[in-house]
Every structure is written in structure tokens, then in C-alpha cells.
């Protein structure tokens, strides 16, 4: 497996995240095992995961997923094979949220009392706060990263001109900075990205580890129809605002291309992702086995330079000619 800097962190990561979203979720405690078994023993070794994971489902209060993932650990014993990822600032109740020192703080300490380690490898801000100084936000990570708990610092869902902003702030106090970028990013949510966001990650030498890189799993060709989203309880409402004629133009590039690699729409829509120089690797989950393999060919599938252009011509936001 051939492993990728993340930024300038000095950590190596596998060319595909595993997206801890789905423990306790959709993957219960014994599925999620077998999966991260099979995710280190194949080579695979980045581990993405959040505190607030998955307080959305019925009765789950945060915290699930890193429970897993440490009971996991302990079980293993496979804490040095794994990149583990995760992150702070999303509401957990009780007016835990944001990234306050004190509160950051707080929730680094419960993340790694539910993992189940002594470190986390890289601690994400999970969105911007406004309501708290870059400069008090990015002191209390350096005083993580300097008693041993985090190794280094990335931010999520930053636009670019306060990822900038960030950059700068470290540059002048001399505080650790953040290291990569977890944005939305696939085939059909490209824009945003690719504007101003990418160019900012490659001038400041930023890893990026795209979330949503199936497109909740619109881009596996699994929805291709009112119909399709409406039979499965991710699929309804989620993938709505893809399907229309760009959504369906994508699927179809995408079956031509999976005929021609005789794999799946999924694994190319993860193979393009891959192939692009800014990313790192993109975050995908799995919920079987079976699409655990999938995933984890797809990470390996090398795509010609003609496919690209193709996925790039029919997932651009004005059509052009394949």
C-alpha cells in the first residue's frame, strides 16, 4: 500500500479513509470489528471518525462510534496500525459544543476515555466558531499536541478565506496549524471545493480528506429515481437534489466507465477522487463486507486519462461534450 504525507503533519495515511460514521449506526458492534479487521489486515490504515457520531439516530447520544472503535483497539491491539482521525465542536447537549479552550479541553479527554487510547493522531475542528478567537481556538490544540494527546490538527468544513485566516494566525503566533481540510467533495459536489478551497490546501501544502464521496451514496448508482431513495432510510431526503439531469448525466459517465474498468459506478466515482493531485484520500463508509471490498478496490483502481475527462466533462456544472 502506498502511503501519502497528510500535509506536513509527518503522519502517512492509506490513499482511502474509513469513515467511522456508520458504528453503532448501521454497523453494529461485531460488523464494525470484522470491518476494521479486514480494512488494516488488506493495508488500509486511516480511520476517520467524530465525538458527535451518531447522536442523530434515535435514542444515541453522541459518542457511539468512538466507543466502538476504542472496545475495538483494546480487543486488537491494533492501536499503531491505524491513523485515527477525529473530531470536536459539533453540539454533543447539554451546551457542549464549539471550540472553546475549556471546552475542547473537556471533549478530547471523553474522546480518548471512549477510544480507548492515549493519543489521538489527528483532532479536527468539526466546523468553524465563530463565537471564539482562531487564536484561543488554535492555543488550546498546541497545549494538546504538546502534553502528547493529539499529534496534529486539521479543520473541517472551513470556507477558504477562514482557513486562511487560520494559516495566518499560526504563522504569526507561532502556534501548530492546521494540517488538512475535511471538505464535501465527489463528482457532483465539486464547486464549492474547487473554487477557492483547493487552491488554498495546494499553495499552503494542506492534506484533504474529503467527506460524502459517494454522495450518500447517490454516485454507487444505487439511486437512480424517486422510487430508489424512497426504499432505504439514508437514501430518502438524501439524495434528492441529485437527481436531475447533471446527477443522471454523472451516473451515466460513470456506468461507462465501470463497464470499461469492469468494476462498479462506485469505485469510480472513488478511483477519480483519488486520482486528483489535491486530494489525500477521500472518506468512505461501508456497511458489509461486500462493500467493504468494494471500497477497498476502488482505492487501487488506476483510471486513464481519458475517464477522467470524461467524469470531469459530464460532472461539470455547464455540460460539455464527452
Known amino acids: 500500500m502506498d502511503l501519502r504525507p497528510l500535509g506536513r503533519s509527518g503522519l502517512e495515511v492509506s490513499p482511502l479513509a474509513f469513515g467511522g460514521n456508520v458504528f453503532g449506526w ?5 460488523l464494525s470489528f470484522r470491518m476494521l479487521d479486514a480494512w488494516v489486515d488488506t493495508g488500509f490504515n486511516f480511520v476517520d471518525t467524530a465525538d458527535v457520531y451518531s447522536r442523530w439516530a434515535p435514542g444515541h447520544v453522541g459518542g457511539e462510534s468512538e466507543s466502538i472503535i476504542g472496545k475495538w483497539l483494546r480487543q486488537s491491539g491494533k492501536r499503531n496500525r491505524i491513523v485515527l482521525a477525529t473530531k470536536v465542536g459539533m453540539a454533543m447537549g447539554d451546551k457542549k459544543v464549539g471550540l472553546a479552550p475549556a471546552y475542547i479541553r473537556e471533549a478530547v479527554d471523553a474522546s480518548l476515555r471512549r477510544l480507548k487510547t492515549d493519543h489521538i493522531d489527528l483532532y479536527q475542528a468539526h466546523e468553524d466558531d465563530p463565537a ?6 488554535l492555543g488550546a490544540f498546541a497545549e494538546l499536541i504538546k502534553v502528547g494527546k493529539v499529534r496534529a490538527i ?10 486562511a485566516q487560520a494559516l495566518d494566525v499560526s504563522k504569526r503566533a507561532r502556534l501548530p496549524r492546521y494540517e488538512c481540510l475535511q471538505p464535501l ?13 483547493e487552491p488554498l490546501c495546494v499553495q499552503e501544502g494542506l492534506g484533504v480528506i474529503n467527506y460524502y464521496a459517494l454522495a450518500s451514496g447517490f454516485l454507487t448508482g444505487k439511486y437512480r429515481s424517486e422510487a430508489d ?4 432510510a439514508r437514501g430518502n431526503g438524501a439524495v434528492g437534489k441529485y437527481l436531475n439531469p447533471r ?3 454523472i451516473l451515466d ?3 461507462k466507465a465501470a463497464k470499461q474498468y469492469s468494476s462498479t459506478p462506485g469505485q469510480i466515482a472513488i478511483a477519480w477522487q483519488v486520482a486528483r493531485p489535491s486530494i489525500t484520500a477521500p472518506i468512505a463508509s461501508a456497511t458489509s463486507m461486500a462493500q467493504l471490498n468494494e471500497l477497498m478496490a476502488a ?4 483510471l486513464d486519462a481519458g475517464t477522467i475527462a470524461a467524469l470531469d466533462a459530464a460532472s461539470a456544472e455547464e455540460a460539455k461534450p464527452a
Open 26 to 30: 448501521t454497523a453494529d458492534e461485531a
Open 132 to 137: 471564539t478567537p482562531l487564536e484561543d481556538t
Open 154 to 163: 486539521g479543520a473541517s468544513n472551513y470556507s477558504a478565506p477562514r482557513l
Open 185 to 197: 467533495y465527489n463528482l457532483y459536489d465539486r464547486a464549492a471545493y474547487e473554487a477557492e478551497l
Open 229 to 232: 431513495a424512497a426504499k432505504s
Open 247 to 249: 446527477g443522471l448525466r
Open 253 to 255: 459517465a460513470l456506468d
Open 299 to 302: 482505492a487501487q483502481l488506476q
